[in-house]
Each structure stands twice: as structure tokens, then as C-alpha cells.
T-cell receptor, first 111, second 115 residues
Framework: GDSVTQMEGPVTLSEEAFLTINCTYTATGYPSLFWYVQYPGEGLQLLLKATKADDKGSNKGFEATYRKETTSFHLEKGSVQVSDSAVYFCALRNAGNMLTFGGGTRLMVKP | DAGVIQSPRHEVTEMGQEVTLRCKPISGHNSLFWYRQTMMRGLELLIYFNNNVPIDDSGMPEDRFSAKMPNASFSTLKIQPSEPRDSAVYFC?????????????FGPGTRLLVL
């Protein structure tokens, strides 16, 4: 079946540091890929998406590129802020049209 | 719009007790999802409804779990009897008809602790 694997957290960074959160997936066919963010005390929110190979999703300074050859969709941001502290979930949607989520990665940004 | 509303936000109960979690989806949304989030297993889909009808409950862990959606504006997830391993954050999400699956709107979650 489909699966999504994320790097374990927490990831702790200083403000303005570069962020990478790794995500790899296993799926048949050509899934769409997503990153969600969960701020403390809130539900998940869609952050960005990419629907085909080599697409780059971007939002709020975050980027992720759909790499079919490596089955990856790593999340990056050039300069993180304290307000980026949250849990980030990688997810895919396949032909069955349901979402499969990774385990989540907690990011902590210190001033 | 108030968004997806879940209650209670926090629940502490003792093993063996019945627990009922409640969800009010966004008005006009016709799909509703229940998820469970744990450190060990991440975010898991338990069950989802379309037009108040349960479509896929294969994620429901066992018979102790049950979910209902008596009308378009209300759903419950019940655990009876509860066990310590049920401790988790339970999320409800809703989606408008015809919109992509990724545009689910999540509620703030109910944090359940079973002692």
C-alpha cells in the first residue's frame, strides 16, 4: 500500500537558519504530494502541493519539489522564523483519492 | 465561518469509561473525516462519511470504536470501553462536495487521555 516516511523530529534550529525536512514516499502510479502544517493547538492546514513530477510547490517561503526519480518531496525554507515552529506533515493522494500522511516532524525555532 | 468545531478540547477519563467525541463540520460541507494522531503511528484515518453515510471505516481499530453522523451538521466518535492505548489527539475534518481531498478543513482536535 501507499506510505509516507518523514525524518523524525524534533528539528531544532535558530532563527534565520536553513530548513530541510525530508519526505519520501511509496506509491503506485503518480500520486499528488502535499505538505501540511499544524500550529500548536490547531488542526492541520494545507501548506503547499505538487501534482506531477518536477513540479515545485511553494507558499510562505516554503518550497518542495516533486522528485519522481528519488520518490521524494523534501520541504525547504531558506530562513526560518520563530513563528514557523509547528509540526509538518508530508502526505500523498493516489488513485484511490484518499490522503496518506507521514508521521509528522516537529520543528522548533529558537530566537 | 467558525470552521470545524470539536468538543471537548481535552478529555481525561479512566480505563473502562465511555468516551464521546463530537464534531460539527463546516456548514455546506458534505464529507466528514475522523483521524487519530499518536506519536507512534502518526496521523491515521479512522472513518469518513459522505452525505452522512459511512463510506470507509477500515481504519477503525476495533469494535470498541463507533462513529455516527445523524445529520449533516453533527458527528460523534465513541469509544466504549476506553483503554489507555486510546490516548491520542482525535481530529475531525470536513470537505466540500467536489473539492479535492487535500482541501479538507481540520478542527483543533480533542486531546484524550485514558488513565
Amino acid at each position: 500500500g501507499d506510505s509516507v516516511t518523514q525524518m523524525e523530529g524534533p528539528v531544532t534550529l535558530s532563527e534565520e537558519a536553513f530548513l530541510t525536512i525530508n519526505c519520501t514516499y511509496t506509491a503506485t502510479g503518480y500520486p499528488s504530494l502535499f505538505w501540511y502544517v499544524q500550529y500548536p493547538g490547531e488542526g492541520l492546514q494545507l501548506l503547499l502541493k505538487a501534482t506531477k513530477a518536477d513540479d515545485k510547490g511553494s507558499n510562505k517561503g516554503f518550497e518542495a519539489t516533486y522528485r519522481k526519480e528519488t520518490t521524494s518531496f523534501h520541504l525547504e525554507k531558506g530562513s526560518v522564523q520563530v513563528s514557523d515552529s509547528a509540526v509538518y506533515f508530508c502526505a500523498l493522494r493516489n488513485a484511490g483519492n484518499m490522503l496518506t500522511f507521514g508521521g509528522g516532524t516537529r520543528l522548533m525555532v529558537k530566537p | 465561518d467558525a470552521g470545524v468545531i470539536q468538543s471537548p478540547r481535552h478529555e481525561v477519563t479512566e480505563m473502562g469509561q465511555e468516551v464521546t467525541l463530537r464534531c460539527k463540520p463546516i456548514s455546506g460541507h458534505n464529507s466528514l473525516f475522523w483521524y487519530r494522531q499518536t506519536m507512534m503511528r502518526g496521523l491515521e484515518l479512522l472513518i469518513y462519511f459522505n452525505n452522512n453515510v459511512p463510506i470507509d471505516d477500515s481504519g477503525m481499530p476495533e469494535d470498541r470504536f463507533s462513529a455516527k453522523m445523524p445529520n449533516a451538521s453533527f458527528s460523534t466518535l465513541k469509544i466504549q470501553p476506553s483503554e489507555p492505548r486510546d490516548s491520542a489527539v482525535y481530529f475531525c475534518a470536513s470537505r466540500a462536495q467536489g473539492s479535492p481531498q487535500e482541501t479538507q478543513y481540520f478542527g483543533p482536535g480533542t486531546r484524550l487521555l485514558v488513565l
